[in-house]
């Protein structure tokens, strides 16, 4: 079984070696991706925040990590301009 995205994120974030942030953004890419639906995508970014929102508070010192990853999250909701046109 895997690890929850969210425990990735904090294992990425507390070892704080070069590229770990491209790794959390693959991660989560790749979590969002095994949604089977658009609506399940939606709802697994909004429970993805709001895990990270958590962690922040439990992990304060990860903070700068996880509000890079948060807008990385926010920025996948955003529709592109390929899409919208």
Request: aromatic letters at 0%.
């Given at each position: 079984m895997?690890?929850?995205i969210q425990q990735v994120i904090r294992?990425?974030?507390e070892d704080g070696r070069a590229g770990a942030?491209?790794?959390?953004e693959h991660a989560?890419?790749?979590y969002l991706a095994d949604a089977p639906s658009e609506g399940d995508r939606v709802l697994s970014r909004?429970?993805?925040i709001r895990?990270?929102?958590s962690l922040r508070?439990?992990?304060?010192?990860l903070a700068g990590f996880i509000g890079r990853v948060e807008v990385y999250v926010a920025g996948l909701a955003?529709?592109?301009l390929s899409r919208a046109a």
């Open positions: 895997q690890p929850a294992a990425l974030a942030i491209q790794i959390a989560v890419s790749a909004d429970i993805l895990d990270l929102a508070g439990i992990a304060p010192h955003q529709p592109s």
